[in-house]
């Protein structure tokens, strides 16, 4: 069975950093690409953007480049969201999502969400 | 940046009575568009691909129409778990992909 699991929620301060994991089993790591969607509370979903973890080839939304690096483990089959320096406008649910397919460029199955909270 | 917009926001419907949910994008995305469904406390879950093709798991009752710039959800009838939000997307210009702000269906 294909799954992903993410780390668990998350309370920051402000300029603190922060790691969340997302850990894929029952299929080939390597080749599919990994994705990172965002809920803000009582908002919609947002896209972060995507990582290949067989070379690390890694696209940002316009939005999130430069506020967020994503990176890939393929030894431990583990992706990963990475903040140097948290605002309180990072707080939200963060969803991470296989490739449905190889080549296909569409997410499901998606992890169960890590909640980051960032608050003074 | 494409953007969708779907509509309605809220739409109140009962149980065993047809939704029809609409995602319509800025710019034409071809067959680019999937939908997802999402209920609070739960993972995503992707119900539509390439605009009608089901995913492995999406019930029958759920179909999905269009191309170019209008796209439509449909459950032909409305069973309890249905009730969530359902959120489009699209990938035309890969990599760059985005979500409709979402339309939330609730029970009547």
């Known amino acids: 069975e294909v799954q992903l699991v993410q780390s668990g929620a998350e309370v920051k301060k402000p300029g603190e950093s922060l790691k969340i994991s997302c850990k894929g089993s029952?299929?080939?790591?390597?080749?599919?690409?990994i994705a990172w969607v965002r809920q803000m509370p009582g908002k919609g979903l947002e896209w972060v953007g995507i990582?290949?973890?067989?070379?690390?080839?890694?696209r940002y939304s316009p939005s999130f480049q430069g506020q967020v690096t994503l990176s890939a483990d393929k030894s431990i089959n583990t992706a990963y969201l990475h903040w140097n320096t948290l605002k309180a406008s990072d707080t939200g649910i963060y969803y991470c999502?296989?490739?449905?397919?190889?080549?296909?460029?569409?997410?499901?199955?998606w992890g169960q969400g890590t909640l980051v909270t960032v608050s003074s | 940046e494409i953007v969708l917009t779907q509509s309605p926001a809220t739409l109140s419907l009962s149980p065993g009575e047809r939704a029809t949910l609409s995602c319509r994008a800025s710019q034409g995305v071809d067959i680019y568009l999937a939908w997802y469904q999402l209920k609070p406390g739960q993972a995503p879950r992707l119900l539509i691909y390439d605009a009608s093709k089901r995913a492995s798991d999406t019930p029958a009752r759920f179909s999905g129409s269009g191309s170019g710039t209008d796209f439509t959800l449909t459950i032909s009838r409305l069973e309890p778990e249905d009730f969530a939000s359902y959120y489009c997307q699209q990938r035309a210009r890969w990599p760059e992909n985005t979500f409709g702000q979402g339309t939330k269906l609730e029970i009547k």
């Open positions: 990582i290949y973890p067989g070379d690390s080839d890694t």
């Open positions: 029952g299929y080939d790591f390597s080749n599919y690409w």
């Open positions: 999502a296989r490739e449905a397919a190889v080549a296909s460029k569409w997410f499901g199955p």
